[in-house]
């Protein structure tokens, strides 16, 4: 029923991660498609092949350093995706995507939606939620789609590396089905994420794009401004690359001391 494909390098990680699938996913048919892939191609790359390859209706694309809290989730995801209107599931994302160059986290809370945590003692935010909630993107760690679905729109192989793969697709997957997140999915995460030289260079390019951004009001500015410009303080990233992250990200009155210490670190 699903094909899970995983683009992988780290043999512990996939190892663990295929026996905690079998141990959780539930009672259905499923395959792992393996790509084997240390930097060789994109994720876009790696993603559209193991879905040609693939044999069943569901397709879930999943980074490889994750470990499944829930059971039964396969069953979860096949019963949200008969319905023939939903486009692309996950168990992180955000119900908006402003023009300023964010990732899929925006930095404003009302919007995001995040299931998967870093560390199980820490718990998970709004454990009480069940039901499904629209959103706009979604976070690669987990992306589940009906097969048809990609193979309408398909990952853009032309935007390469393995940033933006997730938020292309899904944006582009939602101009003519709903995203949802599925609280009843929940993940553990060992990946920080990495959101530095290469992730801006990309971040940069992928805002060029032809894409239905949101406008954001104002006050939405300086709190996405803020919540960046501090966030990126942790990479170590060139000074111009950071003058041409200033430059699409903009500051203003309440901003611009954030837009120097991050210029200056």
């Known amino acids: 029923m ?5 683009s992988s390098y780290r043999p512990n990680y996939f190892e663990q991660l295929q026996s905690n699938i079998q141990d959780t996913i539930g009672e259905i048919k499923y395959e792992i498609i393996k790509i084997h892939n240390p930097g060789l191609i994109s994720l876009n790359s790696a993603y559209n092949c193991g879905a040609r390859k693939s044999k069943f209706e569901y397709l879930l694309f999943l980074h490889e350093d994750i470990l499944f ?3 039964n989730w396969g069953k979860e995801i096949i019963r949200v995706l008969t319905d023939k209107s ?3 599931v996950g168990v992180a994302g955000n119900e908006k995507k402003f023009w ?3 990732g ?5 809370p009302k919007y995001r939606h995040v299931y998967v945590t870093h560390s199980p003692k820490k718990g998970i935010q709004n454990s009480h939620v069940k039901d499904p909630i629209k959103v706009r993107t979604l976070d690669g760690v987990f992306m589940a789609v009906r097969k048809s679905v990609w193979y309408e729109i398909k990952f853009d192989e032309k935007l390469g590396g393995f940033h933006f793969y997730d938020l292309d697709f899904s944006i582009r997957v939602g101009q003519h089905y709903q995203n949802l997140v599925l609280p009843a999915i929940r993940l553990q995460h060992f990946s920080l994420g990495n959101f530095g030289e290469d992730w801006i260079r990309r971040n940069l390019k992928f805002h060029k794009g032809n ?7 104002t006050e939405e500015k300086i709190r996405i401004r803020i919540f960046w410009y ?5 990479e170590k990233i060139s000074s111009i690359t950071k003058l041409r992250y200033i430059g699409k990200m903009g500051m203003g009155k309440f901003t611009w001391k954030y837009a120097l210490r991050f210029l200056m670190k």
């Open 86 to 88: 939903i486009g692309v």
């Open 2 to 6: 699903i094909s899970i494909i995983i």
């Open 100 to 102: 300023l160059p964010t």
């Open 211 to 217: 894409y239905d951004f949101d406008k954001p009001t």
């Open 230 to 234: 501090t966030r990126l303080l942790k």
């Open 69 to 71: 809290l829930s059971n």
């Open 104 to 108: 899929c986290e925006t930095g404003i």
